[in-house]
């Protein structure tokens, strides 16, 4: 099974967006979950963790922050129970679900304050999990019905608070199923499910005696563990994923209006995929990954289309020419040439490995393969760029026989061999990043003929020192990228099961380290992607397959640094410095209100801070005095003053006497036309900037200038 992690999404104006939010609820498989229209809380119980131990826990979620309620009572701990919302006596319903001693059939009631139990006379339902449970505002009835309990169930039942009472027992054609989704429409009046396993693509609706099919001019595909739930926005039922027959992952999203189906077309993603290396243009600030491998497609297809990570979503990237469908390849960016340098790789056609190499530019979108000699055509290797190697290496691989050892380097467009010494020996699906603070590439386990390895290598020019450092344990195909704010290697995912680790691994050149993140990636993924995004300061996850079997990950994950603690990382945090987990943004100007000197003026943020980067220059006409744009920092709004003195009496009296040579200057440059100072003498230049919000400085030690009033 794959357990995911607690990452809620919302759905609303008609796409997905993910809400990660503090503290996240723990991390569980087969939860059962209702929405409380009258508390307006989401509430989910139970559930089963990886250990597997079953659970009890309670959690709400008002839109804004998850809370464990610890203080509610509870259940007995059990997962894939039924729960539904009774908005006529404002308690949500819980029935089943499978417990210590095996499946249940006890009925519960939760009132936002307690948990109690209802002693519903007999007759009641045979004891079940994954059934299916929605409330009939109509007819003020609970519908609980289908289910696995001994075998797969096909009978239906309705609780009126007091009861259960079972409907009559359907045709005999009508067989058994379970995770059926099921929501009640309140402008149609009627509870809608649809599929379940080993059902085909049904669409029927409760007429509180028999569930009547529907023949409807559209459809999903049949499908099993999907949700479904009434979209009051859009006044249609809302129907996302699940997996279909062959177990393949699904991701597409419908709405019902009691007539059709009708799919959404959602905004690109990753494309969920593995072995899709992503390298990031650090010029353009643009991730680009390119082709990879769909495991759990019924054919394992491999694909094809290119994506750009734009720091939000991914982008389709379909020029006139491509590398072509390949997976087991590798990628990295070259800062000298400002390309993505692309190679080897296996043949979509073929077992064939590839032995090309690729360059892309983002500026034009375009693909362009060089022609030239260079290593043997492999599968499975890795690459970085190294400074210190001038270029992108590549180490590693497999040819379909032995696995590689070699090392090359590509630089000025050509490929050449570093002949090294030492050095960890052949090696698969392993993973190096470039450290820049130690100038050295860091390699950590894949696999040779005996399996996954965990030894630490690192490479200096062209020697190879083993690390005796004690670390992740067994490891292949997992991701690895070096973070250059803290100088550490940050390691993710893969591992074996007898080495399962869920945390994020750092290195500092000697030791790793674990990272207990509150909230985390799942990390037995396999053939992931990860890169330094250095426009956003995190380093970036996403892709991969948590098994390698039935499902693949579209997910995109930042990781990086959260001075204030707010679970907001890098550039990702609008108040970097100021906890606000909420992010809120109320005049859109990317300063969050809780740093925003004018949180409703989208041109001011805050007080400027000292101006840098001044530089002097010296022409025909004029002295042209520059520096580093304020309005990042202060916004658009943000103006600047320029003064200026005599260099011959600065020892005697600093920055006094002083002229204002621009005041309110909207340009961060500033012609001084007047410059003539007399022979032997000089002029000095100080900037400051201005908002609304206050007034900033000329810069430490400068108290007679400001005093002074130069430029009011």
């Known amino acids: 099974d794959a357990y995911m992690p607690p990452v809620f999404w919302v759905f609303s104006a008609g ?78 319903v819980m029935f089943g679900g499978y417990g210590a001693a095996g499946n249940l059939n006890d009925t519960w009631e939760y009132d936002g304050v307690l948990w109690r139990e209802v002693n519903t006379p007999t007759p009641r339902p045979v004891p079940r999990q994954v059934h299916s449970m929605a409330y009939d505002e109509n007819r003020g009835r609970t519908v609980m019905a289908f289910g696995l309990g001994s075998v797969p169930l096909r009978d239906t039942w309705e609780y009126d608070g007091t009861r259960w009472t079972q409907a009559p027992q359907p045709p005999l054609s009508f067989g058994g199923r379970y995770v059926v989704p099921m929501a009640y429409d309140p402008i149609r009046k009627k509870i809608y499910m649809f599929s379940g396993v080993g059902v085909g693509a049904e669409t029927r609706f409760w007429t509180g005696s028999q569930w009547q099919l529907l023949t409807t001019p559209s459809s999903p595909s049949a499908r099993s563990f999907s949700s479904m739930t009434f979209d009051s926005g859009l006044g249609k039922t809302l129907l996302y994923g699940g997996e279909d027959s062959l177990g393949v992952l699904l991701g597409d999203t419908w709405t019902f209006d009691g007539t059709d189906w009708q799919q959404l077309a959602m905004p690109p993603s990753i494309a969920a995929r593995e072995y899709s290396p992503m390298s990031f243009d650090s010029h353009l600030g643009v991730a680009i990954t390119q082709g990879g491998y769909d495991c759990c497609s019924p054919s394992g297809a491999v694909v094809d289309e290119p994506r750009a990570w734009n720091g939000l979503n991914w982008e389709s990237r379909n020029g006139s020419l491509t590398p072509g469908r390949r997976s087991f390849h590798a990628a990295a960016f070259d800062p000298v040439i400002n390309r993505t340098v692309l190679f080897g790789g296996d043949n979509a056609t073929s077992t064939m ?66 002949v090294s010494s030492g050095g960890p020996g052949e090696r698969r699906y392993v993973a190096i990043a470039y450290d820049s603070w130690r100038d050295q590439v860091v390699l950590y386990g894949g696999g040779d003929g005996a399996g996954p390895k965990g030894d ?191 260099l011959n009496t600065f020892q005697l009296t600093p920055f006094a006497p002083a002229t204002c040579l621009a005041n309110a200057l909207s340009t961060a440059w500033y012609d001084d036309t007047g410059a003539n100072p007399a022979a032997g003498d000089g002029n000095w230049y100080l900037v400051r900037g201005e908002t609304s919000c206050g007034r900033g400085s000329f810069g430490v030690g400068r108290a007679a200038l400001e005093g002074s009033q130069v430029c009011p």
């Not at 139970?46 to 979620?61: N, S």
């Not at 203080?71 to 308690?91: C, N, T, W």
């Not at 803290?486 to 050149?509: A, H, I, N």
Request: proline share 7%; hydrophobic share 35%.
């Open 353 to 418: 490995e590839l032995g090309d190499t690729w360059e892309y530019d983002e500026l034009t979108q375009s693909w362009a393969q060089v022609t030239l000699s260079g290593p043997p055509a492999r599968y499975g290797h890795a690459m970085a760029y190294s400074s210190s190697h001038g270029g992108v290496i590549i180490l590693g691989g497999d040819r379909d026989g032995p696995r590689l050892e070699d090392v090359w380097v590509y630089k000025d467009r050509v490929w050449t061999q570093v």
């Open 15 to 92: 796409q997905w967006q993910r809400r990660v939010d503090s503290p996240a609820p723990t991390e569980l498989g087969s939860v059962a979950q209702a929405y409380d229209s009258f508390r307006q809380r989401l509430v989910r119980f139970g559930g089963v963790d990886r250990v597997p131990a079953l659970r009890d826990e309670t959690w709400e979620f008002d839109g804004a922050t998850w809370l464990r309620r610890v203080d509610v009572g509870a259940p007995p701990a059990r997962r894939d129970a039924g729960l539904a919302y009774d908005s006529a006596r404002h308690v949500i």
């Open 456 to 646: 630490t290598w690192v490479l200096r020019g062209s020697v190879w020192t083993q690390i005796p450092a004690s670390g992740p344990g067994l490891r292949q195909e997992h991701a690895m990228a070096f973070d250059p704010l803290r100088g550490k290697t940050v390691l993710m995912g893969s591992g074996v099961p007898t080495t399962y680790d869920q945390r994020t691994w750092e290195f500092d050149g000697a030791n790793w380290q674990p990272v207990t993140t509150a909230y985390t990636p799942d990390m037995w993924r396999f053939g992931a992607g990860a890169f330094w995004d250095s426009f956003r300061s995190v380093v970036v996850l996403s892709g991969g397959s948590p098994n390698r079997v039935n499902g693949l990950y579209g997910d995109t994950w930042a990781y990086g640094w959260d001075a204030d603690d707010d679970l907001k990382v890098g550039g990702y945090d609008n108040c970097p410095n100021t906890p606000n987990p909420d992010q809120l943004d109320s005049d859109l100007d990317d300063a969050g209100n809780a740093c925003d000197c004018a949180p409703a003026d989208p041109t001011t943020k805050a007080i400027p801070s000292e101006a840098a980067g001044v530089t002097v220059a010296q022409f025909a006409s004029a002295t042209r005095i520059a520096w580093n744009e304020l309005a990042p920092q202060a916004g658009t709004s943000v103006r600047y003053d320029v003064s200026s003195g005599a």
